[in-house]
């Protein structure tokens, strides 16, 4: 397994690589998914694998009166995200690898785009401890990874695609990390970006799954539901 300090020289200058790539379709991706989830113009948003800013990019430019704070564990990548996203005075961009990350702010949402599969697992339980301290009590948190079938496509036929590390993540790990900390699995969304299969996964987990109301649905909705299940 790469050490702290060769997985931060190699996002240093995989960087350049972001930079060429831009914001593409996963990053619209990503933030649309987002705002299905409730983002509102004033939400806190915490970002775990900023990269080079291209989807915080997205979020800076809609939650104009929210809190944002962006992390990496690359200084050059953060040193570029910051010139990126220059236009929203009040973001943070700091390098950090969460290990015992602390702020004043309670966010709302927490994402991980494409970044919990290069974290080591064995790291994740401290992970999701910290983020449950910093998060409010109706705290969403979504994870973008790579679908892991796909992923291990990927490690037989294009291992030089891979990252340093580059995990297929198992979801019992995953909720086995998470559980304890009081997030709960709220969705599980496989979907196709650039294969002919699903390549990437949107993991929805959350704090507070009550269910505020229940109400029976109107009878012709149901009755056309029972029709159409025959069909």
Known sequence: MATTEEVKEY?????????????????????????????????NVLEIGCGIGTVSNL??????????VGLDISPESISMAKTFNAFHKEAEFL??????????????????????????????????????????????????????NYLNWMRVHQPEKLQIIDQSLSMQDLLNNAYPHGFKLFSMNPYKLHYTAPDYLCVVLKKNM????????????????????KI
């Open 11 to 43: 996002y240093n200058k995989f960087k350049e690589h972001q930079k060429q790539l831009g914001i593409n379709i996963r990053h619209r991706t990503i933030f649309k998914n987002l705002k299905k989830l409730g983002l509102k113009t004033d939400s």
């Open 59 to 68: 979020i800076l430019k809609y939650i104009t009166n929210g809190t944002f």
């Open 95 to 148: 390098v950090d690898d969460m290990s015992n990350f602390t702020h004043k702010t309670k966010f709302d949402f927490v994402v991980f785009p494409d970044v919990l599969e290069h974290i080591p697992v064995e790291q994740h339980n401290n992970i999701f401890a910290t983020i449950s301290k910093l998060t409010t009590d109706n705290a969403v948190v979504l994870i973008n990874i790579p679908e892991p």
């Open 210 to 229: 009550d269910v505020k109301e229940i109400a029976v649905k109107p009878y012709l909705k149901r009755a056309v539901e029972s029709i159409k299940s």
